[in-house]
């Protein structure tokens, strides 16, 4: 397989289970595949690991660039997530007001000697990663069938 340009992501069958994925981008390679209580051989993370993985690096990343630029003494970041479906009647804040909503929990953990200040401005900014502003906009995904 060649490697795909800067920004594109290529997923083709890895060809070693029923649902087993090579994912490639430009400058790196990985399987993702389902877990083996779903039919897969648990050769790498599954489609929501990867989901969740990306709005979690982006927080702490995102947080580390504010922090850095401002001095504020950040040691670590940890970010928590999981992924579950919530009744739509349940979600207090939501415009969808029935079936089911995907609802994403992000728990951060900011280490450092940090006042309480500093770490309601990085909850913040952690806010304002662009793959949390992704997710909580409407998204348009355009499918070309070649």
């Not at 850095?68 to 970041?77: A, C, E, M, Y």
């Amino acid at each position: 397989m060649t490697q795909p340009e800067p920004g594109t992501v290529v997923v083709t069958d890895a060809g070693s289970g029923r649902y087993t994925q090579h994912v490639g981008t430009a400058t790196h390679e990985f399987l993702a595949d389902e877990p083996a209580s779903a039919g897969g051989g648990d050769a790498g993370p599954t489609p929501y690991d990867l989901l969740l993985a990306a709005l979690g690096t982006c927080t702490a990343m995102t947080v580390r660039m504010y922090a850095d630029r401002k001095g504020i003494p950040l040691v670590r970041t940890e970010v928590r997530l999981r992924h579950d479906r919530v009744h739509a009647r349940d979600c207090e804040r939501c415009e969808t007001e029935t079936g089911m909503l995907s609802r994403i929990i992000r728990e951060i953990s900011f280490l450092g000697d940090l006042d309480s200040a500093q770490r309601a401005k990085l909850a913040e900014i952690a806010e304002k990663c662009p793959v949390h502003r992704t997710l909580s906009h409407e998204i348009m995904i355009e499918t070309h069938a070649v």
